[in-house]
């Protein structure tokens, strides 16, 4: 049997349901389509084919359903908004590393004796940031 195929890497299905589903699905205060295609994932025992057509066995097998409006407005997204929202993602992940780093860097300061020269900037900014979050 192969590996759980990492959802990533899933099959992304695209949704495009009529307005007269919707407005059925949304008078029996049902979710949206591809929200309840959704639950059915991963499914259990599936067989997929290789391109030398090998026959593979999965255990489970998620599918990923989306509605096609909703991808389609994420890919007119303001190339401005997504460049802010990517930083903004990196800044938050990395304020969140920064009292561990600055812990690893009190407790061996031998270890990062030949830093990099970005290094020596971001010390002072996780500093500050954990002094601002303490605060």
């Not at 994932?41 to 391109?51: D, G, Y």
């Not at 030949?114 to 002072?124: C, F, G, I, K, S």
């Amino acid at each position: 049997m192969s590996p759980v195929l990492p959802s990533s890497l899933s099959p992304h299905v695209c949704l495009l349901p009529s307005p007269d589903l919707v407005r059925l699905f949304q008078d029996a205060s049902l979710p949206p389509l591809h929200e309840i295609l959704q639950s059915f994932s991963p499914l259990p025992q599936v067989n997929t084919r290789t391109t030398s057509l090998t026959t593979v066995l999965h255990p489970s097998f998620a599918l990923r359903f989306s509605d096609l409006a909703d991808i389609e407005r994420a890919c007119l997204e303001d190339d401005e908004k997504r460049a802010a929202r990517t930083i903004d993602w990196i800044g938050e992940r990395i304020t969140k590393q920064c009292d561990l780093w600055l812990k690893e860097l009190d407790d061996h300061p031998d270890r990062y004796a030949a830093r990099t020269p970005w290094w020596d900037e971001l010390v002072p900014l996780c500093r500050r940031r954990s002094l601002a979050l303490k605060a």
